[in-house]
């Protein structure tokens, strides 16, 4: 049971490049979200899911766009990378919008 | 809008020492309180939830209350080890069921 899967684990971006950072889950959970990590900031929620074609912005949405195409998958792109969103971003689902979260391991993105 | 505060930011303690981790939060209509480790370099683990008519939860050596009424929810680690050195983040889910994460306490067991 692989749980929440991101890749890439590291990435480094030019200003004005575009990327996808890859999203999966296996336990059929319903929910899905996205955040960042700064210093200082906490983590902050960028945008959500609910279910399979349902997505919703969270705190931070700005710059990120996403899609829901299917319930264990929920990618997140980044239109044109700017040096604000260097950061780590962490995947996370649960059974339901009120259950226990299950976090992935992280993308440390460097954008220069 | 949902604010969580985690004291003390950091902590340092001798092994075998027990010790609480605090959380207070700003709107008492919480759906639940999670608390989660993050360990560096690493995603968060789960570690307790709590929900909204639960006063507290239980895992081994881990024990986490909820007090709607003062804003507050505690984590309270018996008997230290070594291992049990990390980031601990308590987090809100309100009516919105969004999560609104504190900042963490870094905690440190000596040994």
């Known amino acids: 049971n692989a749980g929440v899967t991101q890749t890439p684990k590291f990435q480094v971006l030019k200003t004005g490049q575009s990327m996808t950072l890859q999203c999966a889950q296996d336990?059929?959970?319903?929910?899905m979200s996205w955040y960042r990590q700064d210093p200082g900031m906490g983590l902050r929620l960028i945008h959500y899911?609910?279910?399979?074609?349902?997505?919703d912005q969270g705190e931070v949405p700005n710059g990120y766009n996403v899609s829901r195409s299917t319930t264990e998958d929920f990618p997140l792109r980044l239109l044109s990378a700017a040096p604000s969103q260097t950061s780590v971003y962490f995947c996370?689902?649960?059974?339901?919008?009120?259950?226990?979260?299950?976090f992935g391991q992280g993308t440390r993105l460097t954008v220069v | 809008k949902q604010e969580v505060t985690q004291i003390p930011a950091a902590l340092s303690v001798p092994e075998g020492e027990n010790l609480v981790l605090n959380c207070s939060f700003t709107?008492?209509?919480?759906?639940?309180l999670q608390w989660f480790r993050q360990d560096p370099g690493k995603g968060l683990t789960s570690l307790l939830l709590?929900?909204?008519?639960?006063r507290e939860q239980t895992s081994g050596r881990l024990n986490a209350s909820l007090d709607k009424s003062s804003g507050r929810s505690t984590l309270y680690i018996a008997a230290s080890q070594p291992g049990d050195s990390a980031t601990y983040l308590c987090?809100?889910?309100?009516?919105?069921?969004?999560?609104?994460f504190g900042k963490g306490t870094l905690l440190t067991v000596n040994p």
């Open positions: 996370a689902s649960s059974l339901t919008r009120a259950t226990e979260a299950f």
């Open positions: 336990m059929n959970h319903e929910y």
């Open positions: 899911s609910v279910g399979a074609g349902i997505t």
């Open positions: 709107d008492s209509a919480i759906y639940n």
């Open positions: 709590i929900q909204s008519s639960q």
């Open positions: 987090a809100g889910q309100g009516s919105n069921y969004k999560l609104t």
